[in-house]
C-alpha cells in the first residue's frame, strides 16, 4: 500500500512538473524583450518667430490651469521661483514677476524651453499639451510681470 501510495504522489508530482511545458508553442519558451520605457520624442524648436496665438478669456484659463499643474510647484503660484521644491533640490529658478527676467527673451525662446525642457526642468510633450496651449503658456506666464516694477540691479561687489 505504500509503494502505490509513493508511485501515485511520484506520479502526480512529475505531471505538475510538466504542466507548465504543455500547450508552449516554441515562441513562448523564449524570454520576453525586458520592457524599455517609451521614448518621448522631443518635438523640434519653434523656429524665430512670434508668438502665433491671440490670447483669450478661456485660452488664459487653460494655460493657468495647465501652469497649476505643471509649472507651480517649482516655479511658484506667481511665478517668483521660491518654492520649497525648488529650494529643497538646490534649485535658483528665474523669478518671473520681475520685468527685467523675460524682457530680453524673445517668445519662441521661452516656448522652446517649456517645449524641449531646460536643465532640470523636464519637456512639456506634445502629448500633454499642444503647440497652441504652449504659446497660450508663454502668454500666461508673461503675464506675472505686468505691473511690477523692475528690481533694482545687484550692487557691484
Not at 517649456?114 to 502668454?139: C, F, H, Q, Y
Request: aromatic letters at 6%.
Amino acid at each position: 500500500m505504500l509503494k502505490s501510495v509513493l508511485l501515485f504522489f511520484a506520479v502526480a508530482l512529475l505531471a505538475i512538473a510538466c504542466l507548465p511545458l504543455q500547450g508552449r508553442s516554441p515562441q513562448q519558451t523564449t524570454p520576453a524583450p525586458a520592457l524599455t520605457p517609451p521614448q518621448t520624442v522631443t518635438p523640434p524648436p519653434a523656429a524665430a518667430t512670434k508668438n502665433p496665438v491671440k490670447p483669450t478669456p478661456d485660452s488664459q484659463a487653460k494655460a493657468k490651469s495647465l501652469y497649476q499643474i505643471d509649472c507651480a510647484m517649482c516655479h511658484g503660484d506667481n511665478g517668483n521661483g521660491k518654492t520649497d521644491l525648488a529650494t529643497s533640490m538646490g534649485l535658483t529658478i528665474e523669478d518671473w514677476t520681475n520685468p527685467a527676467t523675460l524682457g530680453n527673451k524673445e517668445d519662441w525662446e521661452i516656448f522652446n524651453a517649456i517645449r524641449a525642457g531646460k536643465d532640470k526642468m523636464p519637456p512639456e510633450t506634445d502629448g500633454r499639451a499642444s503647440d497652441t496651449m504652449v504659446w497660450n503658456l508663454v502668454i500666461y506666464i508673461r503675464g506675472f510681470s505686468k505691473g511690477q516694477s523692475p528690481a533694482p540691479a545687484a550692487p557691484a561687489q
